[in-house]
């Protein structure tokens, strides 16, 4: 047996045996099978399956991994990533990253509630052993889902709320040694937000990662993310018309080249034969996250209008081995049916809609995105939103937001909208990284990574690139 399929076996051990409350750290069995989990500590952490105490007594195990730092401890940071449906597997391979970021800190990642090496809400298809390892394939969907339709009462445990219950009771649980800060990126930073708002104590400073829209923010719920994906994608056209270099390369407007080449693949579907989905607007609107990738646009669009796919076939090349560099974990994909749970109960605004709507969006777009199809309909049965939807922390610690510019997820000026409503609580201060897409610590700014040491290490001496003092 591989050490990867021994490790994740004996963490489902574990898991099923259960584990004592503050369960220590040892050593992870799998810290030898990757450079970037070297010296790596792991734990599972027993908690309530309904903070709320609907399923008295039951409980849920949360895997936890922590990589101390090898200078003297200045503290720990907490690390919780995107999503929803991310594990801490995300982060792994940018671990060298933060820990510029958070220079002499623990570093600790935990899987959020079904999610990587935590209880999965399809335990048999999700499993890290099961033929398709935690992604789920063929028939498991069917099976997966059939399950939680038979067992709704269990879907609903892995809720947003739950899942700040967890963050919090981790936070409780860990003795304190020096300061602590919460790290969260995208989705990850409304549930740090809810985790504050449930009265979460220790926390010395949150640093907040390309910030979340209000949830009642009728413009930039997730049921838009194909709007906000077109604004910014015909930002990166409009940019290149106004170039004189990449105008003349062009030879006419770029969004007219465009259209053309969305009406001849039309009429030619092998003209798309390279491009995932064979959908270009979504194809383009998925390569707005990395901007190596969007500053190719032209030379892509032009490439197709003359029939020529080489541009496209490597600028998907670099992206493919751009995210093979974070790293390829067993609990690396992302858990669908906690996706599909918490987007639809959470952060859809738009819940009535239909497929033919979305389709009928999409069509007048030149850029989009998928998430809004998969809103769509209810494949099992959703929780009902609770007290604490839409609900802003009472008082926040320090924080600091680090937003891009050009983020095509959790567009820019929705961030300003929440960091001015947060203002209310406590100091808050929006670091706006110019032309920066989305997961700015993951785009590698170097002055991104200084702003975010300035806040945890107080130096002011750090360069800073551009930070707004206003969200008026």
Known sequence: MSGWKQFTVGVMAVIGAGAAHAADYKPCDDAASHAALAGSLCAIEQVPADHAGAAPGATISLFVRKFPTSETARGQVWLIAGGPGESG?????????FRQSFPGFDLIVPDHRGTGFSSRMCPQEEAPASPSGTALAGAEWGSCFAH????????????????????????????????????????????????????????????????????????????????????????????????????????????????????????????LAGVPGNNLKRFFGSLLDVPAAASQLPQMIKGLDAGDTARVASVLAEVQKEMAALGGFPQSPSSTPLVILISGAENNLQPQRTAQGVAQEEQGLLFASSLPGLLVGQPFPFYARDAWFARLPARLPPTLVIHGTRDAKTPYDAARRHVAALRKAGPVELFAVEDGAHFVLWQGSGCSVNAVRRFVLGDEEQARCVTVTSAD
């Open 148 to 271: 939680l339709n038979a067992n709704p009462a269990g879907a609903r445990r892995f809720s947003q709320t739950n899942a700040a219950y967890d963050l919090k009771l981790l936070l409780e649980r860990t003795a304190r040694s020096g300061k602590t800060y919460v790290y969260g990126v995208s989705y990850g930073t409304h549930l740090v937000l809810r985790t504050v708002a449930l009265g979460a104590q220790g926390i010395d400073g949150v640093v907040l990662d390309s910030l979340v829209p209000l949830q009642d923010d009728e413009t930039a719920d997730l049921s838009r993310r194909s709007l906000v994906a077109d604004a910014v994608g015909r930002g990166y056209l409009a940019r290149c018309d106004a170039s004189r270099a990449c105008s003349t390369r062009m030879g006419e407007p770029l969004e007219q080249i465009y259209r053309r080449v969305l009406a001849r693949a039309d009429r030619e579907p092998a003209l």
């Open 89 to 97: 597997a995300s982060f792994y391979g940018l671990l060298p990253r």
